[in-house]
């Protein structure tokens, strides 16, 4: 699972840096975690499983580059949002083509039933793994 998770996430990171985005492995696995809405930092750091100050140092770096901001929680006036821009957005839409191609050819090598139990057996390793499901 290692191997494989590794070779998705290092085919996503080619792409992007192809397409003109440089996104580290670190702040890609702050960034995915991103909300919609937003994020708070300590949330972030969380689940990603890094420290507050590691996934400040990350969030500072996407600042740097455009993709995220930092912006008054609306339900929480002392704390802060990491929401994220336009250019983020971008981010994730290609990172998402990447990942749909590498479905596709993983579907073509196993054959749509393989696929079809791998995905369900990993949704379920996922209920006992990701406590942030």
Do not use: N
Not at 89 to 103: H, K, M, S
């Amino acid at each position: 699972m290692f191997v494989s998770h590794r070779s998705i996430e290092q085919r996503v990171l080619a792409r992007l840096r192809e397409s003109g985005y440089e996104i580290t492995a670190a702040q890609g696995r702050v960034f995915a975690r991103i909300g919609p809405d937003g994020t708070r930092l300590t949330e972030l750091a969380d689940s990603a499983q890094v420290t507050k100050q590691t996934a400040g140092f990350l969030v500072d770096q996407l600042v740097r580059g455009g993709y995220v901001e930092r912006v008054p929680d609306p339900s929480d006036a002392r704390a802060r949002l990491v929401r994220m821009l336009p250019r983020g957005r971008l981010v994730q839409e290609r990172a998402r083509e990447v990942e749909d191609e590498v479905t596709a050819e993983w579907t073509r090598h196993l054959g749509e039933p393989a696929m079809a139990t791998l995905t369900q057996t990993m949704g379920r390793l996922r209920e006992i793994t990701d406590p942030y499901a």
